[in-house]
């Protein structure tokens, strides 16, 4: 059984920072992509950035220049440092990633998501 955690969510002013933090842990033989998306109020799931094994990224427009996301392949983490946070980026934070287990079979997991809201 493999689970993703996440932490690091919370109230933040505009402009301000965050960051987010998710581990994968149980039975893992490989990590694949890692990635962070989030679901605002009334609105569908969206990418936010992926990162492979490779360490390639793909970010969404909207956070290019502001979100960076980096991963400890030794521990398993994936972290999404958010700076000059604006309220459209409030909304559920989930962690998803590609883990191959060690009877090597390929699941796609998703966290449980974590609250970050944007607000004065």
């Known amino acids: 059984q493999v689970q993703l955690v996440e932490s690091g969510g919370g109230l933040v002013q505009p402009g301000g920072s965050l960051r987010l933090s998710c581990a994968a842990s149980?039975?893992?033989?490989?990590?694949?992509?890692m990635g962070w998306y989030r679901q605002a109020p009334g609105k569908q799931r969206e990418l936010v950035v992926v990162?492979?094994?490779?360490?390639?990224?793909n970010y969404a427009d909207s956070v290019k220049g502001r979100f960076t996301i980096s991963r400890d392949d030794a521990k398993n983490t994936v972290d999404l440092q958010m700076n000059s946070l604006k309220p459209e980026d409030t909304a559920v934070y989930y962690c998803?990633?590609?883990?191959?287990?060690?009877?090597?079979?390929?699941?796609?997991?998703w966290g449980q998501g974590t609250q970050v809201t944007v607000s004065s």
């Open positions: 998803n990633a590609d883990i191959v287990g060690r009877n090597l079979v390929r699941v796609n997991y």
């Open positions: 149980g039975s893992i033989f490989r990590v694949d992509d």
């Open positions: 990162i492979t094994s490779g360490g390639r990224t």
